[in-house]
């Protein structure tokens, strides 16, 4: 024997019971008090956050019903599916029944859902009602995807931008649903659910109904398996090690986490919660630069690595590049402190010493490079630093020098080399240097990892002003 899901039986029955929606609810009420209704509404914003709803209870509130009325039967509240009944021939059917006087209410109220779907010629045969509507029709547009509309369409609405519900506020809602149904489930598994219905109320009750048939109390760990999402606190350590520049350690902690089931796309999106919920925690207390450069760099590294995975056949590839890069561009150019300083922090939790940033000096070009070649080199680099101020960076790190019909740069990591040898960004530094010198310019990158002493820094230098730019540090004097 079916079950009414849970979404059915908890879906709003008046304004008033509306999550998160305040700004449209509250317009609405008053406008339905004063008796100033509009003939025509568009309802747009996320799935999920209330469209439908809204739009059920308006059409029964127009019509004086009980908000526990919800009597699907009325034939003077039509719901029509555009994805369905997108043509010219079911709009035209409709603006022949728009003429026809209620049956039994005082409104007819057509619900159109997923408005967007309807083709250019049926949005042309629509407005025509809509610009001239019959005393006694009250039309409600929903769609998720309002730029689809015609602009002549929604100039003769009365718009409601609908926003995706808050985290707080779906816990809430779902920790009454779960007192009602007798689902004993712990708050840390209910911001789970709430963060992976990703701002849809509808979504969150779904899950926490899957959820409801354990029989055993749902905790975080339950519910981080079920929704093939990592711990909290999995996800602070990877930060941890990243924040620490230990790799090795925190690709250990990703590969374990991904063996489990979590899939690299949804581990990064949770990173990135995590990640942006420390930098506004950060930026709200006393300054700490370098957690809020860590955090920013973390977000900036993962965002690009999100993107990436459309290109790529394996997906762990832009997961594992991203957490190498979140301490590696932070750390890697670090000396060690001075003895007055304090050791560097062990965990993102534990209070941050001064350390001192020192940057190697800018590697003087080849002794057989004549004048001209030089000043011609500097300025390539200087028009590739517009494209790309990161890669002049690396370029000037590498003590980027022509000699003949080559580009030589000599690397000290082996990232800086695979960041060069990119093919959008070898193709890049290939183009300008051989427009800049009249003649092909070929890139030729060595790596050198060698142990050196980082010299002192020059403050005037272009690479330090540069990788300032990049890493929005500061110059320490080690002395």
Known sequence: MSQLALYRKYRSGDLSDVVGQKHITQTLDAALKQGKLSHAYLFTGPRGVGKTSVARILARAINGLDKLDD???????IEIDAASNRGIDEIRALREKVAVAPAKLQYKVYIIDEAHMLTREAFNALLKTLEEPPAHVVFILATTEAHKLPQTIISRTQRYDF????????????????????IQITEPALRLVAQMANGGMRDAVSLLDQLSVLTEKIDEKITSQFLGLA??????????????NKPELALQKVSAITVNGVAPGELILQLQRMAREHLIAEVQK????????????A???????MNQLIYTANSAIPLELAIVKMGYNLNSTQAKPAQSAAKAPQTISQTHAASQTVLPEQKSASTTTNTDAVALCDKALSAIKEHNNSLYALLRSGGAHVEGNKLLVNCRFAFHQNRIEEHHNRALIEKVMSKTFNRTIQLSCSL????????????????????????????????
């Open 163 to 182: 926003h995706a519900i808050s985290e707080d506020e779906i816990v809430a809602r779902l920790k009454y649903i779960a007192a009602q149904e007798k």
């Open 71 to 77: 009597n699907p039967n009325y034939l003077d509240i």
């Open 231 to 244: 711990l909290s606190s999995e996800l602070g350590e990877v930060l941890d090690l990243a924040w620490q």
């Open 299 to 305: 977000l900036e590294v993962l965002h690009t690595a």
């Open 448 to 479: 050198d990892n060698k142990p050196e002493v980082a010299p002192k820094a020059d403050a005037s230098s272009e690479l330090v002003n540069s990788a300032m730019a990049i890493l929005g540090g500061e110059l320490v004097d080690g002395q």
């Open 286 to 297: 006393p300054a700490n630069q370098k957690k809020i450069q860590f955090y920013t760099n």
